[in-house]
Every structure is written in structure tokens, then in C-alpha cells.
């Protein structure tokens, strides 16, 4: 984040504009909206402005531009057609430490206007630094029509009886889960269609009612998806932004964890090999604790929570404990990363059935070696595709295992490491070399395994730029 986003009171503030032509004017008429006090100074104004002139919205000065006109303002906006009056602004404005936007000209602001949507007292802007405007503009445009005109309303009627919640709800926590009940129910429907008195009466009676002030402990099984952020459902993403605390484990990637509500605490509990933050046991139980202490948990993992991660154990603790739960599923790594990597689960011509199944080393009696214990018959039928979780350390005996239970040695297999994400990296081979190239690619957790002829299809399909090899 290059710059720090921050809306700045101006109302009654003297502003200064340096410009008289269309640009200037759609920047006068921005500052008018917040009610600041707009000065003029240009030698000649278009008709826009001087109808502003005429109706006393603004002051005008017949002028050249002169430092000495930005003293006393609490911001500057250079909108000329000349690109040396426009640098003398920005520097005269910097010596007086006056926060000034030169319109078109990033390098020399200490401030850019962004696009703007206007749900007064909801005002959302939309800023690209000054890098790609016109972007920021369509994005603005997409908000648009998400946000309907009556969202300002409903604002107004949350600042009107902000105090007496705040009398009613003491703690910071309480307050923010009633007006989340207020803001998804019945009232705001109310706003939205025009009953603004019922909606006052209503909104009364919560305030007064007892089941309002009451707080409900629930957990949120979510799967966070593969990595690419994209990739999450919209109520995984509602569930994400209204938890009180979110636990978390280690393959839910940093740019999925950004989407997760500012304030919320978080919890890691993510095991590694031979590594557990925390036993199992002891977050299904940490789980129900949260929940009975009134908490909203978001209990988020990566990929899908019913596919090797857990979640059946995490909501039969959550069942035996009367705790109520959500479960959201998630796109599980074998379709995310399967699809970004350019290869097909099943296909008419090469596979028509694709089976799971994790690749954890165990070790075998008193014997230092460790073995990854699967049922090889099954991995080895024909037109099957084989998806390994958690292969990758046990990935050279994998691959003999394979080969020593019936499949031939050039069978395609490929290794992808962090898939779905800027960072994904791929390595295709067959198993009697996938080994050593992955060890050559010094590829680390998380990484899933691909075996089957449908590897075969990823030098045609491969969409999704990649590390590849």
C-alpha cells in the first residue's frame, strides 16, 4: 500500500484551486459536496465556473498564480493546462507543508483525488495512486450498482440512535453484533423499501428487547479454498468479515487471511510434519471454548474441511458439546490446483474415475525407516487418476511403490507447489524421474501430486502463467 487512505474534514475550510476550465470545475464541484470554502485564481474561467462565480458557491481572483495566494488553505488542487504553473503549485504547496493533488500528474501530489461513490453518510473511495485512473473509475461504476442509494439511509438511521445503543450495550463487541443483526434483517429491509418510520419503531423495540442483548456463541467451519482468494464463496467471505476470533491453520494463504475481518483475533493452530501448534483434540476443544464464551469463530482452513482436513472430527466435539456450527465447503486443492495447473482430473480419452488419498510417512516398527502405508492395488487400476495429499517427503517411495504394484515407470506425474497462486510452480515427469526434478526444484510444502496419463494433457491446457518446468 503506497499511500494511506483517509477521508479529511474540509467543511468551512479554505481551499484553494488553481485552474479556471473543466477539469478545475469538476474538481470545484467535488469540494463544494463536503462544503469547504473554494478559492478561484486563474486568468479566464469557463462558463461552469463563472456561473459559480455569479451565484457565490466560490471566490474568484482574475490572476496568475502566485504563492503567496495558497497561504491559510488547508488543501491545494492544481488543475491548469500548463505543466510549469502546475509544478510551481506543487512546490510552493510542499514548502507550506498544504496537502496538494496536481490533477494528471501522480509525482507531484501528496494527495490523489480517488473515484468516488457517494452513499451520503457512506462515501467509499476508490483509488489507484494515480497509476490507472480510468480503472479506478470502472470499479467505481461495478460498486455502483452493488450499493443501492437507500444504504445512505440506512447509515442515517444507525447515526440517530448510535447513543442510545450505546447506552444500552456496553461493550464494544455487543454493540457491533446488534447493529450486524440490525444491518441483515428485517429493519434494514424496512429502510430499503421506504418505511422509515417503521423502521424507527422497529429499531426502538431491538434496542429494548432482551433476545437482542443476548450473544450466541456459533463456529464457522469454512474450507478457504487452495490460495487464490478468488476462489472463495460469498458466504465464506460474509463469515470471514463477522467473526469475533478466526482459528487458523498453516496452508490458509496470507492473501485468503487478509479477507478476514481487521479486528478479529486470530488463533494459528497449524501443524507441520512432526511439528503440531496444537493437538487435534485440543482444537476441537479450544473450538467449543470460544463458542460458549459467546464468541463468533471462524474456524478456517485451507482447501475444503471435509477432504484430509478434519473438519468431521472438529464438528463431532462441536455436536457432543451443543455448540452450533456452520460448515462451509471450499474448493479443495485437487480440483484448485488441478485446474491452474493445467491438468484434468478425468478425461474421456484417459481417465474415467480419480481417487484421494494422502501420502503420510509412518514409521514401521522399532525400524528408524519410515513408509508411506496406502492401499497400492487400488492406486494402480487403469484410466485412474491418483491426487496425493502431503506426498511430498515420502515422494521417492511413492513413486517405487507405484511402479512395484503394476504401473509402468513412464506413467506422467507431476508435482505442483503452492497452486492457484502467483508463487505456483510445477514439475512434470513420470515416476521413474519425478523425484529427482522435484529435488532439483527444491520444491517445499504445500505441494500435491498428480499420477496419470491426464498429466499428459498439460502442455496443451496450461492456462495460468506459472514457475513451470
Request: net charge neutral; with cysteine.
Amino acid at each position: 500500500m503506497e499511500s494511506i487512505p483517509i477521508f479529511m474534514k474540509i467543511k468551512g475550510l479554505r481551499c484553494v484551486v488553481v485552474g479556471g476550465g473543466d477539469v478545475a470545475m469538476r474538481k470545484v464541484s467535488l469540494l463544494l459536496k463536503a462544503d469547504a470554502s473554494v478559492e478561484v485564481f486563474a486568468p479566464t474561467l469557463c462558463d461552469a465556473l463563472n456561473a459559480k462565480v455569479i451565484s457565490a458557491e466560490i471566490q474568484y481572483f482574475q490572476t496568475v498564480f502566485e504563492p503567496c495566494q495558497l497561504t491559510g488553505a488547508a488543501l491545494v488542487i492544481a488543475a491548469t493546462n500548463d505543466e510549469t504553473v502546475n509544478a510551481a503549485v506543487s512546490a510552493a504547496a510542499k514548502e507550506k507543508n498544504i496537502p496538494v493533488n496536481v490533477v494528471d500528474a501522480p509525482a507531484l501530489c501528496t494527495f490523489t483525488m480517488p473515484s468516488i461513490v457517494d452513499r451520503s453518510p457512506i462515501v467509499i473511495a476508490i483509488s489507484s495512486n494515480g497509476a490507472a485512473p480510468v480503472l479506478a473509475r470502472l470499479i467505481r461504476a461495478k460498486i455502483e450498482t452493488m450499493i443501492p442509494s437507500s444504504y445512505g439511509r440506512l447509515a442515517s438511521l444507525a447515526r440517530d440512535f448510535r447513543d442510545s445503543v450505546k447506552a444500552r450495550f456496553l461493550d464494544t463487541q455487543s454493540r457491533r453484533i446488534f447493529w450486524e443483526k440490525i444491518f441483515e434483517g428485517p429493519i434494514a429491509e424496512l429502510i430499503f423499501s421506504g418505511q422509515e418510520q417503521a423502521a424507527e419503531i422497529a429499531l426502538t423495540e431491538a434496542i429494548n428487547s432482551e433476545s437482542y442483548n443476548k450473544q450466541h456463541g456459533e463456529v464457522y467451519l469454512v474450507g478457504g479454498g487452495p490460495g487464490d482468494p478468488d476462489l472463495l464463496t460469498f458466504r465464506a467471505l460474509r463469515l470471514m468479515q463477522q467473526c469475533d476470533v478466526c482459528v487458523y491453520d498453516k496452508l490458509v494463504s496470507k492473501e485468503v487471511m487478509e479477507l478476514v475481518r481487521r479486528d478479529a483475533e486470530l488463533m494459528y493452530v497449524g501443524k507441520a510434519r512432526d511439528r503440531h501448534t496444537l493437538p487435534q483434540e485440543e482444537i476441537n476443544l479450544l473450538l467449543v471454548r470460544l463458542a460458549k464464551e459467546g464468541k463468533r469463530v471462524l474456524r478456517l482452513k485451507g482447501g475444503d474441511p471435509f477432504i484430509f482436513g478434519r473438519g468431521g472430527e472438529e464438528i463431532e466435539t462441536l455436536m457432543e458439546n451443543d455448540v452450533p456450527f456452520q460448515v462451509v465447503p471450499g474448493i479443495t486443492a485437487a480440483n484448485g490446483v488441478s485446474s491452474y495447473a493445467g491438468i484434468p482430473l478425468t478425461h474421456r480419452d484417459y481417465a474415467q474415475s480419480c481417487i484421494f488419498t494422502t501420502g503420510h510417512l509412518k514409521p514401521k516398527g522399532d525400524q528408524q525407516k519410515h513408509l508411506v502405508e496406502l492401499d497400492w492395488p487400488a492406486l494402480v487400476r487403469p484410466n485412474q487418476t491418483v491426487v496425493i495429499y502431503m506426498g511430498l517427503i515420502g515422494l521417492e517411495e511413492i513413486c517405487l511403490q507405484l511402479i512395484q504394484h503394476g504401473l509402468e515407470s513412464n506413467t506422467p506425474a507431476a508435482v505442483i507447489q503452492q497452486g492457484t497462486t502467483a508463487k505456483q510452480k510445477v514439475v512434470v515427469g513420470d515416476l521413474s524421474n519425478l523425484a529427482s526434478k522435484v529435488a532439483d526444484a527444491q520444491l517445499k510444502p504445500p505441494c500435491l501430486i498428480i499420477v496419470g496419463h491426464v498429466v499428459s494433457l498439460r502442455k496443451k491446457l496450461a492456462w495460468f502463467e506459472t514457475k513451470a518446468n
